[in-house]
């Protein structure tokens, strides 16, 4: 089943405009909040020319309202991007936007935070940070870089693409839909980025996950080419989180799982998740709305 298509949304916060896209449900179940990797946008979570790909319709379809953020620094705030470079203005930002797409409506059982690679950073610090949160979606991240990512990342400048980070990100194409592999998803990078990846892996991915207490899945695609995926890298991650953490293995995937063929599949297990998440909270819309 698919819900309505979401519609475009600008919102200002402490007068900067901050964008993305939302699927309202009338009384939603829960809210998720989804952040894209890098050099994409909210578009990432309604797969171009796919309906039926798209998290934010499938969310509403089973009762959830779901946000896609613009991160800060992309979309309407992209203008204003040297202003986000410390972590604590990104959050806050972040938060701030969500919470005024909402509105006054009910948030249900409450937060779900959905993270995609560079993304990755901005969802689980806002999980750290924010009230009411019942569960986390995190992929395309990891602590070791393959050693081609290692080559290929090295050579990445906020300006410059190095040769074969598209292969390295988009490989195989008969993993995904035609219409995104045009480059209608691409937007350009943001500087406070570099800082993100150079410290992500080493520093601050185990001292935010360290933070995150509520359930997390980590889902990891078959034909991951940025992280390794070893089973000692994937238990050294799952150590890291203070919480449970489940695993989620994805097959025929490549990196970017909420654009790729088996896209209603991995939408369909995260909202499995959710539902497991608002069971183990005891968050039930009734119980918080009576509260």
Known sequence: MT???P??????????????LDAA??????????????????????????????????????GFTAIALDRPGYGSSAVYAGEFADPERRVSAALAAAEKMLGPGSRGAGFFLLGHSAGCELA???????????????????LRYTDEAKAIISEATVTSRPAGLRDLLWQPTDLYPAEVLTGGLSA???AYESKVTAHWARRDFPAIAARVTVPVQFSV?????????????????????????????????????SVGRTADRYHRNVLSFLEEC?????RDREQVEAS
Not at 124 to 142: H, P, Q
Not at 278 to 282: F, H, K
Request: with cysteine; proline share 8%; glycine share 12%.
């Open 3 to 5: 819900g309505p298509a």
């Open 7 to 20: 519609r475009p949304r600008v919102v200002v916060v402490d007068g900067i405009p901050m964008s993305g």
């Open 25 to 62: 449900a009338p009384e939603p179940r829960a809210v998720i909040v989804a952040a894209h990797g890098g050099a994409t946008s909210s578009a990432y979570f309604d797969c171009p020319g796919n309906p039926t790909l798209s998290l934010l319709r499938a969310a509403a379809a089973e």
């Open 124 to 142: 689980l610090r806002m999980a750290a940070a924010a009230d009411d949160v019942v569960g986390v979606e995190l992929s395309g991240t990891g």
């Open 188 to 190: 350009p990078g943001v």
């Open 221 to 257: 695609a078959d034909h991951e080419r940025v992280w390794e995926t070893t089973p000692e890298s994937l238990s050294a991650i799952t150590d890291l989180f203070a919480g449970p953490v489940r695993l989620n293995h994805m097959a025929n995937s490549g990196h970017n799982l």
């Open 278 to 282: 608002i069971a183990g909270s005891g």
